[in-house]
């Protein structure tokens, strides 16, 4: 019969515990399950705007009641599905968050430890001959009293009685009980010692590459969470701001209320916050006002090869409110000026295809692009259609048909 871990670290037969099941899989094992949740709503990733959910997602959902107080038409089964989304990824996210926030020690202990059976086994084998050292020297505590009362009770009897020698004869065999109890328990106490200090060695040894790894996996995790929410946040308000436009029940709350601007998470929110005190020591509070004032803003690069060709654009649009405008002439210009701030439209004005392909790679994935063409052929349709460009815009003095062409692109 094959000797135990134990009693080849005993007999010296082996010098260590060694893992049973790698550290990668049983990290993977426990992050596998919250990622069955969240795959499930992954495609969410790609969609290119996003909000902070978590900054400002109780005031998403005071405007969502209010609103539904307001006009219980507006929840529609698109918000409706789309607020159940949120509910599920959010409950797995709260658990994930539960379990994330556990010390070290508790995770490392159930996650990694737990399934090392070679760790397990001397472990036990430790725990159970520090027991059962306790229990015979708590045995031979007791032997000992007895003995102390029968050599007292000796005393009282000559040495060549009977009653002398049963006292005598039973003096020994506790004694002799006694010093094997004592060595039994010396020995597994020195056992139990020397056992440990190969548990101590293992989870020492194991415990920075454990972390590292669950830190790695934890982050990554958290941020496929964030980023989901973040986007179903984004479509669940722009889904309730898209019914709350066509509802005369709320424009007409927002014109008793003396609400200015247009009907939008932004305004909504500012209108709200009105009641917050600004200057609260509360950096939540402080981070909400920032967001807040950026929340509508929405930023429009103008690019274009011709100097000021796009001058009478830039100064219509700037009269926006919720435009900021950023010219550009050159790609090293645009490239700039798309690393230093977020952007979400790219209007070009069209010169040839070669520009275009250029700008493509170098804009974000969630920065939209229209192109206006004065010259419009089939031919240069065509190639922007095959370069993947679908917004296109014939340029005319017609303002409002422009200014919703744009909204339709940043929608």
């Known amino acids: 019969m094959e000797k135990s871990l134990t009693e080849k670290l005993l007999d010296k ?41 978590f900054l400002i997602k109780k005031f998403l959902y005071t405007a969502y009641n209010n609103l539904k107080d307001i006009d219980f038409s507006l929840n529609t089964s698109t918000i409706i599905e789309l607020e159940k989304k949120i509910q599920t990824v959010e409950k797995s996210y709260n658990r994930f968050s539960f ?15 737990q399934k090392q059976n070679g760790y397990k086994e001397v472990l036990s084998a430790t725990s159970k001959r520090k027991k059962t050292s306790e229990m015979y020297k708590a045995k031979a505590k007791s032997l000992e009293e007895g003995i102390k009362k029968l050599k007292e009770k000796a005393k009282k009897y000559k040495k060549d009685s009977d009653e002398y020698k049963k006292i005598i004869l039973t003096y020994k065999k506790y004694n002799t009980q006694y010093t094997d109890l ?48 973040n986007s179903l946040g984004f479509l669940f308000d722009k889904e309730l701001w898209k019914e709350a436009k066509h509802s005369k029940e709320v424009k007409s709350y927002f014109k008793r209320a003396n609400v200015i601007g247009k009907l939008s998470s932004a305004t909504y929110l500012k209108y709200y916050l009105k009641t917050i005190d600004k200057s609260k020591n509360d950096e939540k509070i402080k981070r909400l006002f920032e967001y807040i004032e950026n929340l509508d803003i929405q930023r429009i690069s103008l690019f274009s090869t011709a100097k000021d060709s796009l001058e009478d654009i830039a100064l219509y649009l700037e009269q926006e409110d919720s435009f900021e405008i950023g010219p550009s002439t050159t790609i090293e210009q645009f490239k700039k000026d798309n690393t230093e701030r977020k952007i979400d439209l790219l209007i070009v004005d069209y010169s040839d295809t070669k520009v275009i392909k250029e700008l493509l790679l170098e804009k974000k994935p969630r920065t939209a692009i229209l192109v206006l063409l004065k010259k419009p052929s089939f031919e240069i349709i065509d190639n922007l259609g095959k370069n993947g460009i679908d917004n296109m815009f014939i340029y005319t003095e017609n303002n409002s048909e422009f200014l919703e062409k744009i909204e339709g692109c940043l929608s």
Do not use: W
């Open 13 to 53: 037969e082996v010098e260590a515990i060694e893992i049973d099941v790698p550290m990668d899989g049983c990290v993977q094992t426990f992050f596998e399950n919250f990622k069955k949740d969240y795959e499930k709503y992954i495609a969410y990733e790609e969609q290119p705007k996003k909000i902070d959910y």
């Open 99 to 113: 379990e994330l926030n556990k010390s070290y020690e508790l995770q490392y202990n159930e996650i990694f430890l």
């Open 182 to 229: 004592i060595h039994k328990a010396a020995t597994l106490k020195e056992e139990a010692v020397f056992l440990y200090q190969f548990i101590k060695i293992f989870k020492e040894t194991h415990l920075p590459p454990f972390k590292e790894i669950f830190l790695g996996k934890g982050d990554d995790t958290k941020t496929h969470y964030v980023e989901i929410l």
